[in-house]
């Protein structure tokens, strides 16, 4: 069965006031009830001593004392009876058992001295009385005593009176509550119907939905949470859109960059194997075959070592490597690209500095990143250089080539992504996988990269390696 969470708030602050009334009634009740009795009785216990003391010194047979002690507490509706040693009845003189008869069952109890109280139920008057006796002790033995009844009176009427008061307060109270509750209710409810909206927002496939959110209580905290969770939804879902985005463009491109060397290849085999090739291109042809095989074999590999590194299946050994052979062998090897495109590679390495890396993969960090450099330069210059930070070293590559706007920056280590410059000439096998290779083996170094670059003034690539 459902119920709204509004009734069910209202149902709970309304039982909690009547279970409280209810507590509270008894409770005070039975306190009241306790109260009125200890206060009848040490009335009772009071008289009764005060007779007995003013009795015992003055003639125990003269009637003037009990006669005035009998209109007093007549007036206050408490009525007494004094017995002797015999338990005969000596004042007054008419009474003939009745109250009594309850001496005759005590007796035995009071004659040790001890004052005897009783609350009782009388068969007349179906009324609760109160009953004292006291016991008159003379050298340790039970002379007489005196027997006080008087009934509870007064304090049901209090105990009604006080209930009554009671009940208008609970009543006035729950009108209260109910109001509050139901303004307090409405205000929870509508907020959390508000996330529930929200709620389904999401799962239609809105992200950009927001609530407003506060830390006065749980319900703004978890719609905090709520905003959040549906900022990282939607930087997820942008991320996955740009990545497919990425993927559709990278397979185009895969597919522009295997279509145009497959052709190539293709047609100078079938101009070998039908002789169509002319006896003195039959070199070129075979090495055109060859440079568009390993263009297509460097495609392949940047993608397997980027799943090798992504998954953590790439094992380092690390050395000392000194900076300044390392620089040199990438010079040599990248010479001929530099030349073709007019550029040249300078080296600036502090003297005694080296790296501690994997030599395999910090050799395959610097081509990458070498590369790129040569890519969108022209007529210019990059720039190797290395020097020793605090506990670290640190690498630059700088080129005085195109730059890259601010905005693509962050872009650049995203996997299959590639500037639109690139898509004009990739004369080197750039896919978009280069410099996402790099970061991933920088990290795994323990490293840090970092770009800056300015529109038209050039690059610089930072390297930090830890030193050990």
Do not use: C
């Not at 590679?345 to 590369?371: C, H, M, P, W």
């Not at 670059?453 to 390696?465: A, L, Y």
């Amino acid at each position: 069965m459902k119920i709204k969470y509004l009734y069910q708030q209202l149902i709970s602050h309304i039982s909690v006031l009547v279970v409280a009334f209810l507590i509270l009634s008894l409770v005070f009740s039975h306190y009241v009830e306790g109260l009125v009795y200890k206060n009848k009785v040490d009335e009772l216990e009071s008289y009764g001593e005060n007779i007995l003391r003013d009795i015992t010194e003055g003639n125990l047979s003269s009637d003037r004392i009990v006669n005035e002690y009998m209109t007093v507490l007549g007036g206050r509706n408490i009525s007494f009876s004094i017995f002797d040693e015999k338990r005969s009845v000596i004042f007054p003189a008419d009474k003939h058992g009745g109250d009594l008869r309850l001496v005759d069952e005590v007796l035995e109890q009071i004659s040790s001295g001890e004052t005897l109280i009783v609350k009782n139920r009388t068969k007349r008057s179906n009324q609760e009385v109160t009953l004292v006796a006291i016991p008159y002790i003379v050298n340790g033995q039970l002379a007489g005593g005196i027997l006080l009844t008087a009934p509870i009176s007064g304090s049901r009427e209090m105990i009604s009176q006080i209930n009554q008061y009671l009940f208008y307060t609970v009543l006035i109270a729950l009108v209260v509550a109910v109001l509050l509750s139901l303004i307090l209710s409405r205000i929870h409810v509508h907020r959390i119907k508000r996330i529930q909206a929200a709620t389904s927002s999401v799962a239609a496939g809105n992200y950009t939905v927001k609530l407003p959110s506060s830390t006065f209580d749980e319900i703004g905290e978890l719609a905090e949470d709520f905003n959040s969770m549906v900022m990282r939804l939607n930087a997820s879902k942008e991320e996955i859109e740009s990545l497919e985005n990425r993927r559709r463009n990278f397979m185009s491109d895969v597919s522009h960059e295997l279509r145009t060397p497959l052709t190539t290849i293709s047609g100078v085999i079938e101009g070998l194997k039908n002789n169509m090739i002319a006896e003195e291109e039959k070199e070129k042809g075979i090495q055109l075959v060859s440079k568009e095989t390993k263009r297509l074999i460097r495609l392949v590999n940047e993608n397997l070592d980027y799943d090798k590194i992504r998954s953590n299946q790439i094992k380092l050994t690390k050395e000392e490597i000194p900076l300044d052979e390392l620089f040199e062998i990438i010079q040599e090897q990248l010479s001929l690209q530099a030349e073709e495109k007019g550029n040249s590679i300078q080296i600036e390495v502090e003297e005694g500095t080296s790296i501690f890396a994997d030599y395999d993969r910090l050799i395959q960090i610097l081509i990458n990143i070498t590369k790129n450099s040569i890519q969108f330069t022209s007529n210019g210059s990059i720039y190797l250089r290395g020097k020793n930070g605090i506990r670290e070293t640190i690498i630059e590559i700088q080129d005085t080539g195109i730059g890259i706007d601010p905005m693509e920056i962050e872009k650049i280590w995203h996997r299959f992504y590639k500037a639109e410059i690139s898509r004009t000439s990739n004369p080197f096998g750039e896919f978009g996988l280069g410099l996402s290779i790099v970061k991933q083996l920088v990290q795994l170094h323990n490293g840090k990269i970092e770009v800056t670059s300015e529109k038209g003034k050039g690059t610089i690539f930072t390297i930090r390696f830890p030193s050990e």
